[in-house]
Every structure is written in C-alpha cells, then in structure tokens.
C-alpha cells in the first residue's frame, strides 16, 4: 500500500517563504502539488519527473516556487516570496513511474496516490 504524507505547512506572512516535504513510500514516482482553496477547485501548482531532470509549473507561481526530489521518494516545493493568494490546503501526488522517466503530469487523474494535505496560510 503506497502513503503519500505532507509536512511543512504553516502560518506565515505575506513575502515570507515556506518549504512543503512529501514522502511516497513503495517504489519510484513521478510527482506532482496541487492546492485547494476554500470554493475552489483543486488546481496544479507544479510537477516533477521521476528522473527528477524535468519539472513544470502553473504561470502564477512560476519564479516563486521550486519543486525539487533528494531521492526516489522525497519531494520539496520551496515557496518564496508568498502572497495571500496562496493560501490553500497543499495536495502531494504520486504516479508510479520508472526511475529513468522524464515524464510530467498536471491532470488530477493521471496521478495514482493522494497525501491528506497540508494548510498554508498566508497574511496579509
């Protein structure tokens, strides 16, 4: 049974940055953080390949958030420079992939595993 577990969100101040952790248990994975405002739907905010050699981001946060991997199984979303507008329940997912893949996914159904997410929240 593969878990998919966020870490790292928080309260923070508008300007102010914050790093998300996701660990996927089980084997190698493409990834992907999605976020969720309250009414909102749930939308993509940026994706790495399994090879950790290609990612991708939505246009509103390009610059600001950097998706990393330290291995098969650890991804980062370092978020500078926030804005109120990111405030959101954070989403980790994880698509099986082998470890050489390069591909990127931003649709919710190509991702297999789910975490619960995490609340970010950013003042004014």
């Known amino acids: 049974q593969v878990q998919v577990v966020e870490s790292g969100g928080g309260l923070v101040q508008a300007g102010e940055s914050l790093r998300l952790s996701c660990v996927a248990s089980g084997s190698i994975f493409s990834m992907g953080w999605y976020r969720q405002a309250p009414g909102k739907e749930r939308e993509f905010v940026a994706a790495?390949?399994?090879?950790?050699?290609?990612t991708d981001y939505v246009d509103r946060v390009k610059g600001r958030f950097t998706i990393s991997r330290d291995n098969a199984k650890n991804v980062y979303l370092q978020m500078d420079s926030l804005k109120v507008e990111d405030t959101a329940v954070y989403y980790c997912?994880?698509?099986?992939?082998?470890?050489?893949?390069?591909?990127?996914?931003?649709?919710?159904?190509?991702?297999?595993?789910w975490g619960q997410g995490t609340q970010v929240t950013v003042s004014s």
């Open positions: 790495i390949s399994a090879s950790g050699g290609n």
């Open positions: 997912a994880a698509r099986l992939r082998p470890a050489f893949s390069s591909t990127l996914y931003r649709l919710r159904d190509e991702y297999n595993y």
